[in-house]
T-cell receptor
Framework: KNEVEQSPQNLTAQEGEFITINCSYSVGISALHWLQQHPGGGIVSLFMLSSGKKKHGRLIATINIQEKHSSLHITASHPRDSAVYICAAADNAGNMLTFGGGTRLMVKP | GAGVSQSPRYKVAKRGQDVALRCDPISGHVSLFWYQQALGQGPEFLTYFQNEAQLDKSGLPSDRFFAERPEGSVSTLKIQRTQQEDSAVYLC??????????????FGPGTRLTVT
């Protein structure tokens, strides 16, 4: 079973700061997902990546397959970025996702 | 088009009652997943369907949990004789690809189940 660890668990930042959330996993995967969850439960998929780097607006996700590590970066953070960010590893046997515990981000104005 | 929908959004059940949670995936999506999310934790896998076939039910916590997707579209997660530890948000997700296809998963809003 894959073990997926995220850090930090909680993060408070000032508006405009550069934010990094880290995710590590223990066994090989087919893809790594980054998800955003707002209060009330709705989950939105931000990225799915299996190599390299992806960028969407102020969000950047990177993955290092050899080191089994991924990072999510938010540039010029804004209070509306406040949410829980979850990484999830899709295993090689199928699409089953193993989730990290989430990083609760609060961006203060 | 419409996303993944789930109903009911909130359910309060007395301990021992049976409940049924419904998921309507995005039309045409082959794969459907159920996850359980306890308060303050990340979701955990329950079961996976490819079309109408339940290919993985390794995450179902007990035989009180049963899921079906008889026509390969709508799915129902049933919990019999609910217990307090079943209180959680139940999330459904669907994706376009089948097994071994790392497609993006689209999540529904979840059903928050509270067992009293």
């Amino acid at each position: 079973k894959n073990e997926v660890e995220q850090s930090p668990q909680n993060l408070t930042a000032q508006e405009g700061e550069f934010i990094t959330i880290n995710c590590s996993y223990s066994v090989g995967i087919s893809a790594l997902h980054w998800l955003q969850q707002h209060p009330g439960g709705g989950i939105v998929s931000l990225f799915m990546l299996s190599s390299g780097k992806k960028k969407h607006g102020r969000l950047i996700a990177t993955i290092n397959i050899q080191e089994k590590h991924s990072s999510l970066h938010i540039t010029a953070s804004h209070p509306r970025d406040s949410a829980v960010y979850i990484c999830a590893a899709a295993d090689n046997a199928g699409n089953m996702l193993t989730f990290g515990g989430g990083t609760r981000l609060m961006v203060k104005p | 088009g419409a996303g993944v929908s789930q109903s009911p959004r909130y359910k309060v059940a007395k301990r021992g009652q049976d409940v049924a949670l419904r998921c309507d995936p995005i039309s045409g999506h082959v794969s459907l997943f159920w996850y359980q999310q306890a308060l303050g934790q990340g979701p955990e896998f329950l079961t996976y369907f490819q079309n109408e076939a339940q290919l993985d039910k390794s995450g179902l916590p007990s035989d009180r949990f049963f899921a079906e997707r008889p026509e390969g579209s709508v799915s129902t997660l049933k919990i019999q004789r609910t217990q307090q530890e079943d209180s959680a948000v139940y999330l459904c997700a669907s994706s376009l690809g089948g097994r071994r296809d790392p497609y993006e998963q689209y999540f529904g809003p979840g059903t928050r189940l509270t067992v009293t």
